[in-house]
């Protein structure tokens, strides 16, 4: 399914160009997509279409910010669960689930390399993706509630994400065949598992 602004069809230039990068990205992968094919399936002429994109590389930029838009419409339910652990597991099904139903968006999202490509640490310190400041967000309340123990909430965060992170890939490279469920089950076990060494320990419980 194309990214969200595409749903209903393109309704200027700018959306047509952007739908078809997307249809021939789908079809033929990324290399395929050039902007002189491009002005060919729009219609436009080369100068025009480099009014709207300056290239292949913002063109790229703007599939993935429609994906994270779309993504972050599954993420509402994640702020009103109860808990941070529970907002925490609502946050990383919402990143898996996308992986399955999305996975060419997901590819240019998460995957691909990007020009624009947020980078760990700075860009998330500085607060500059969404879905991480919920996930990290989640993590500081589970630390201000003395569920989980003080630490570094950025590391915590990315070692959050990468596991989910670890698992789509394992599931993409066919280590659980075709069997999302088994992926699901057991992706939710491990994250089991971490959020139980994050706990807080009590005291006499760890030499304290």
Known sequence: MPPTRMLAGPATTSDAILAAAYRI????GMDAVSMRRL??????????LYKHYEGKDALVEAIAELGFARFELTLPGSTEARGPRARIRRVLDAYCEFAIAEPHLFDIMFVSPRVRLRRFPADFA????NT??????AVDAGMEQELFALDDSLGVTLDLW??????VGLYRAG?????????????????VRLMRGLQRRQAGKDGR
């Open 126 to 129: 500085s607060k500059r993706s």
């Open 162 to 167: 990468a596991l989910a992170h670890g698992f």
């Open 25 to 28: 990205y789908v079809a033929e």
């Open 175 to 191: 280590r659980f065949g075709s069997d999302a469920d088994a992926m699901r089950a057991a992706f939710r076990k491990a994250l």
């Open 39 to 48: 002005a060919a399936e729009v219609g436009v002429t080369a100068p025009a």
């Open 132 to 137: 991480f400041n919920l996930l990290r967000a």
